[in-house]
């Protein structure tokens, strides 16, 4: 019996291992969106819409129903205490487009006819980095805006919703920085 959980141990920490090892190594391909990010984009003429985002975090949006009013356009809805929660997931690394711009924030959608989730400009550690936007926080959650109604987004995979962030692929980044110049050569006259 003890060797058995000696290996049920083992096994677990392995499994647990490898799944952190995949998605740092999917993290690895991802930079954060910074403000120097959309400078440059601005600088080049590219259009933000053109640009493939994706959130580095699992956010969990959520909100109380009426009984009466069980309508859901987004999400899932499951019983919790008696209430009905309307519930919308965005799982890390799902792809977003840039829709609009709105008062420094880009509105990202990661869904076709769904509304867009707010990302702006962070604080403190994230000053530079494109973080979710969010109001009345609250033990690292906060109220967004989706679908025309508020939610309180939490993190799924972080301890609070201000650490999610906006990313982009590195390879975007790398066309960027990469300006190559051939030279043809030159022969003596």
């Given amino acids: 019996m003890k060797n058995l959980s000696k290996v049920l141990l083992i096994a677990g920490l392995l499994g647990l291992f490898a799944g952190c090892s995949s998605s740092?190594?999917?993290?690895?391909?991802?930079?954060?969106?910074?403000?120097?990010?959309?400078?440059?984009?601005?600088?080049?003429?590219?259009?933000?819409?053109?640009?493939?985002?994706?959130?580095?975090?699992?956010?969990?949006?959520?909100r109380y129903m009426d009984n009466n009013k069980a309508q859901?356009?987004?999400?899932?809805?499951?019983?919790?205490?008696?209430?009905?929660?309307?519930?919308?997931?965005?799982?890390?690394?799902t792809p977003g487009v840039c829709e609009e711009i709105s008062n420094g924030?880009?509105?990202?959608?990661?869904?076709?006819?769904?509304?867009?989730?707010?990302?702006?400009?962070?604080s403190?550690?994230?000053?530079?980095?494109?973080?979710?936007?969010g109001y009345d926080w609250r033990n690292g959650t906060a109220l967004v805006n989706f679908d025309s109604l508020k939610f309180r987004a939490s993190c799924g995979t972080c301890s609070d919703v201000a650490?999610?962030?906006?990313?982009?692929?590195?390879?975007v980044v790398d066309k960027f920085e990469k300006k190559t110049k051939v030279l043809s050569g030159r022969k003596v006259d």
């Fill in 24 to 62: 740092r190594r999917m993290a690895k391909r991802y930079v954060p969106f910074t403000r120097e990010l959309k400078d440059r984009l601005e600088k080049e003429n590219i259009d933000i819409k053109q640009v493939q985002f994706y959130v580095d975090q699992k956010l969990i949006l959520s």
């Fill in 72 to 93: 859901v356009s987004s999400g899932k809805v499951r019983l919790e205490n008696g209430r009905y929660v309307n519930e919308v997931v965005v799982n890390p690394f």
């Fill in 105 to 122: 924030n880009l509105m990202v959608n990661f869904e076709k006819g769904n509304s867009d989730l707010g990302f702006g400009l962070g």
């Fill in 163 to 171: 650490m999610a962030r906006l990313m982009i692929k590195k390879s």
């Fill in 124 to 133: 403190t550690y994230t000053a530079n980095q494109f973080v979710l936007y």
